[in-house]
Each structure stands twice: as structure tokens, then as C-alpha cells.
């Protein structure tokens, strides 16, 4: 059964800058920390495990069922439009918690760029080659979202999705990385029903083979941000030294697969710290400092 | 002046090896692995937690022979700090016969 969902309004009928930056009686304590938006920058994710209650996933998982969620529908929309009550996708990614995330993350009234169930109904043994998605991403700043919701317990033997973690940076053409089928640090979804993860949307992923006889489900919505990323969480703590020592250390955090290339990994980190903060003089390692530093001043001896 | 002898490779298969490592050097650590195996009909497995071989040269040693690296090349002015693919691809095969249908079921 497959019922239309309300047409919503289209993002660029109405400017993102003139709205309201929260919503009434948003609670800020739901906006990420300084130091999750670090990690995010340098893993590219942030996974919150059990965050939807079980009778949320319940209901999206029947709704599921009942075909309600045609993929890539209404693209381009009005993120609040997308799911009015009672359909339990837009009471999920409602909830306060899931909403200062988004909002940390893409800013406030993102636009709803599409969204897909990704249903695998196993047992089978084929895993999905390694990608990045949509096309080459040459935006020099600023990054959509991906929000992957997993209704129900994913097992090892599930096949849930499979990220690269810090492979956000890598500009590289969709499934051409489908040679890779192995990356040392690679994490596999393995959790609990409720978990979201939020992810950069040039992170390299794949989901794997589901190896039991049961569906397996995961929920992929992805956003566009309607203003600039900067400052957007919860920056009460930003000027706080310790915090910014946490920042520096998670920001030099390598990853097993990097190699040689670690120290422009991390210049890539600084760049986009440097761009959400709005500060272009932070730096780490003095990488970028180095590089930039070209010295037009004379200078005249005394004789 | 001796020649060497002929290799046949007649009824044998390949299989190559794709090993990223972490530098040029084929003693580099392995960061990323993959198989494909001309003689078997059946999906590689992945996610294994560990490389086959901890270098190049391991696997060199245990009979897989090189047959490409990925040359050096700077990157273009003012692109040295993008990235995109993996870097130092040391392609790798051995040729095997194809298991019968015995050795397979067996």
C-alpha cells in the first residue's frame, strides 16, 4: 500500500536566513559540544546508539512495511514539511535530541534533499562495493548530511553499513572506489534498535551482506545546509582551554589507513575547523601556517 | 647464451592481490587489501580485521609476483593538499590451476 505523502513546499521558496535560527522552546542542551563537533570533523560521524525509543522504531518499521516511504520523494523540500504527524519518520527526526544534531550539523530549516529505505532481505553473500555518494563534491566549504536510522537490532551477521572512517576529505567519483574491499580501521554498523548515525556526506560507506534469513533495514535521509556552517552547536565552550586542547588532540587523531598522507589528513581537519569556527588562525602542527608563509616585507640592514 | 625456459600457463587461472600501502616503499604496512580469484566462481569475503600480508614484500615472499606499482607524480600546483584515491597500489598475482570439482566439494 503505498500512500502519497503531502506535497511540501520547495526550500528555495523561502529564505533559511529570514526564519527563525531555533524553534520555539528549543532546549540548547540538545545542540552537539565543541568536542563532538571535533570528532565529527575527524571522523566524519557521530554515532548515538538507542536514541529513538522502541515504540518509535516499532511504528516506522510497520509504516515501513505498509510502503509508506517511496524513496527520493519531494526532493528539494522544506525539511519541516517532509513527514507531517503522525508518520513516525517525522516524529523521529523531530525529536529534540535528533533535531539539535541536525541543527549543530546543517543549521536550522535544512532542505530536504531525499531520503531512502534500504531494505536487504537476506541470506545473501553480495556486498556492496565501497562508494561515496551522489557525484564529485567540489564544494571548497560546507558539506551535507547523512542521517542513517536503524530500527531495529543490527547483528554482525546483518550487514550493516560500513564506514571509512576520516574518508570524508577524499574527493573521489561515487562507486569508483568499489576496488576496495578492505580498509584497515573500517567500522561495520553493529547496535542496538534506535541508533542513528550522522555523517558527512562524502564519508566512504557500503552496507554487507545480510547473512540471516530476516529483512534488514536502514533509513537514510540526507540534508542540505540552507546557511553557513558556522558556529552552529553549541559554542558556549568554544574559548574554554581545555576544551580547545581536547579539540587539537581529536583533531590529530590518525587512522590506520592514512599513511604518508596523515599530515595533509590533518590539514584537511584544520581547514574545515578553521571554516565552522570562523577562525582562520587556528592551526596544529603549524602545517598551514608554514605553508603560507611568504614574507613581502624588505628588510634593510643596519650598516 | 642460455634462455630461460618456457612457462606454460596453460590451464591455469589468476589471481591477483590489490595491496595500498602506507608509503612507496613495498616494506610499507598494508593499509587496505583486496582479492579477486579467477579460479573460484564465489564472492571474496571481506572484512576480515587483518591484511594478508603485513607488507609487499610478505606477500612477495610467499609467491605472489608483482606486476604494477603506482608511479610517483606530484600533484598539480595548488592541489597538494586534496586527496582522493588510495595512493601506492602494488598490484600482485599468482596463477593457479582450477580446483576440480572434486577438490572443491571435497
Known amino acids: 500500500m503505498n500512500k502519497p505523502v503531502a506535497e511540501a513546499p520547495s526550500a528555495s521558496a523561502r529564505s533559511a536566513a529570514d526564519l527563525p535560527t531555533q524553534v520555539p522552546g528549543f532546549d540548547r542542551r540538545h545542540l552537539l ?33 505498509d510502503g509508506l516511504y517511496r524513496p527520493y520523494e519531494t526532493e528539494g523540500a522544506d525539511w519541516e514539511a517532509i513527514w507531517p504527524e503522525p508518520l513516525a519518520a517525522g516524529r523521529i527526526f523531530r525529536m529534540p535530541e535528533v533535531h539539535g544534531i541536525i541543527e549543530s550539523l546543517v543549521g536550522p530549516h535544512p532542505r530536504y534533499d531525499h531520503h531512502c529505505p534500504h531494505l536487504r532481505t537476506g541470506p545473501d553473500n553480495g556486498h556492496q562495493g565501497l562508494h561515496q555518494d551522489a557525484e564529485f563534491d567540489p564544494r571548497p566549504s560546507g558539506f551535507d548530511i547523512q542521517v542513517s536510522f536503524f530500527p531495529h537490532d543490527i547483528g554482525p551477521e546483518h550487514g550493516g553499513t560500513m564506514f571509512v572512517p576520516g574518508s570524508h576529505f577524499r574527493r573521489v567519483h561515487e562507486s569508483e572506489i568499489g576496488r576496495y574491499q578492505n580498509v584497515l580501521g573500517q567500522v561495520q ?100 601556517t608554514r605553508t603560507g608563509n611568504a614574507p613581502q616585507a624588505g628588510y634593510r640592514p643596519v650598516r | 647464451m642460455p634462455t630461460a625456459p618456457a612457462i606454460s600457463t596453460a590451464g591455469l587461472r589468476q589471481k591477483l592481490l590489490f595491496l595500498y600501502l602506507a608509503n612507496t616503499d613495498l616494506h610499507a604496512a ?38 604494477q606499482v603506482s608511479p610517483l607524480q606530484r600533484p598539480p600546483a595548488g592541489q597538494e593538499f586534496e586527496l582522493g584515491y588510495l595512493k601506492h597500489e602494488v598490484i600482485l598475482e599468482k596463477l593457479e590451476p582450477v580446483p576440480t570439482e572434486k577438490e572443491v566439494s571435497a
Open chain 1, 33 to 65: 559540544t565543541t568536542a563532538q563537533m571535533a570528532a565529527f570533523v575527524s571522523e566524519g560521524f557521530l554515532r548515538f546508539d538507542a536514541l529513538v525509543p522502541a515504540e518509535l522504531c516499532n511504528a516506522l518499521m510497520a509504516e515501513l512495511n
Open chain 1, 189 to 288: 554498523t553493529v547496535c542496538k534498535a534506535g541508533t542513528l548515525v550522522f555523517w558527512h556526506a562524502d564519508l566512504w560507506h557500503a552496507g554487507r551482506a545480510n547473512r540471516t534469513a530476516t529483512e534488514r533495514y536502514m533509513f537514510k535521509l540526507r540534508l542540505n545546509p540552507m546557511v553557513r556552517q558556522l558556529k552552529l552547536w553549541n559554542t558556549d565552550d568554544l574559548h574554554d582551554p581545555a576544551v580547545i586542547a581536547g579539540v587539537k588532540k581529536v583533531l590529530k587523531r590518525g587512522q590506520p589507513w592514512f599513511g604518508q598522507q596523515n599530515r595533509i589528513e590533518t590539514m584537511n581537519r584544520v581547514r574545515l575547523w578553521r571554516e565552522l569556527t570562523g577562525d582562520p588562525t587556528f592551526d596544529l602542527n603549524m602545517y598551514w
Open chain 2, 30 to 67: 598494508v593499509v587496505a587489501w583486496s582479492t579477486f580469484d579467477g579460479t573460484s566462481n564465489d564472492r571474496p569475503e571481506m572484512d576480515d580485521p587483518d591484511p594478508p600480508y603485513a607488507t609487499g614484500v610478505a606477500a612477495m615472499r610467499d609467491g605472489w609476483r608483482v606486476i
